[in-house]
């Protein structure tokens, strides 16, 4: 479907200027990154020209993976990204088309990012930064100085401070956030997090088994803007039953943190690969 060009008027409108990231081309040492942005996304033609466009044109790949969406999201993609990969899911749910996404991606680090407009691409550059700096995982936190939301209402904010306090009695840490889908990660630690989830849950799964395994956490400042368009598919009391469900789970899971630390010590396999000539 062609975007027309009053929508491309509208899009730059609202976007403004293009902003670039600290870090025009990430490097490790000698070894160029490769980042693969993963993108869950289930109806979302209207919103992808707001964010597509803003992803740093070194980033190695863009997968997204589709929930048999009825709208043009995966036409509209194909035209904005020709080289965009498109991954079909296979189920329903947030946390399973992220886990699809995952084992597709290639990259050395990979990224999560909402299609709705509610993230920003331009904040990459800080989530690999992070990495780089020596993080296994590059937590994305709106309650940090340089955060912020203006799509989050109080008795939301108050479930995930709720939440989150829970989280710091049952594991420790000092996690500001908790159930925010801005995060960024070695590509090494996957096997590591066993993820299972298939809903929102997978989120707040992610941050408790980073922290429950040792891996080292980063948080990230983060602004989470307010959805462009359409409505989001997050139930707000059914899907904090299953965040405190998964919470409890993992309080009565055996602890994998010291195999893990050992296993990560040990595995230097996942080292980027050498720049090609």
């Avoid at 870090?23 to 693969?36: A, D, E, Q, W």
């Avoid at 289930?42 to 929930?67: C, F, K, M």
């Avoid at 909402?114 to 780089?132: C, H, K, Q, R, Y």
């Avoid at 995060?183 to 989120?203: C, S, T």
Wanted: charged letters at 25%; proline letters at 6%; hydrophobic letters at 40%.
């Amino acid at each position: 479907m062609a975007m027309s060009t009053a929508l491309r008027h509208s899009v730059q409108e609202r976007q403004g200027p293009a902003r670039t990231g600290s870090i025009p081309t990430p490097y490790f040492g000698n070894t160029t990154l490769r980042v693969s942005v993963v993108i869950p996304t289930l109806n979302e033609a209207e919103n992808l020209p707001h964010v597509l466009p803003r992803i740093p044109s070194w980033v190695h790949e863009v997968v997204l993976v589709d929930g048999r969406s009825t709208d043009a999201t995966v036409a509209v993609a194909r035209q904005l990204r020709p080289d965009i990969r498109v991954v079909m899911q296979a189920g329903r749910g947030k946390g399973l088309a992220l886990r699809t996404g995952f084992v597709a991606a290639t990259g050395d680090i990979i990224v999560m990012l909402d299609a709705d407009g509610s993230t920003d691409p331009a904040e990459i550059p800080a989530f690999v930064d992070a990495l780089v700096k020596g993080a296994d995982f590059a937590k994305g936190s709106r309650f940090l100085p340089g955060g912020g939301t203006a799509d989050m209402e109080l008795y939301r904010k108050l479930g995930n401070w709720g939440l989150m306090f829970t989280v710091r009695l049952l594991f420790g840490g000092r996690y500001s956030d908790l159930c925010y889908g801005y995060n960024a990660f070695w590509a090494h630690v996957l096997p590591r997090l066993k993820l299972d989830a298939d809903g929102f849950e997978i989120e707040t799964m992610m941050n408790v088994r980073a922290l429950r395994d040792g891996l080292k956490v980063s948080e990230v400042p983060s602004f989470e803007a307010e959805r462009v368009h359409g409505t989001s598919n997050l139930r707000t009391f059914p899907d904090g039953w299953r965040v405190l469900k998964t919470i409890v789970r993992e309080w009565l899971r055996p602890s994998a943190k010291s195999a893990n630390v050992r296993a990560l010590d040990a595995d230097r396999s996942w080292e980027p690969a050498p720049v090609q000539p």
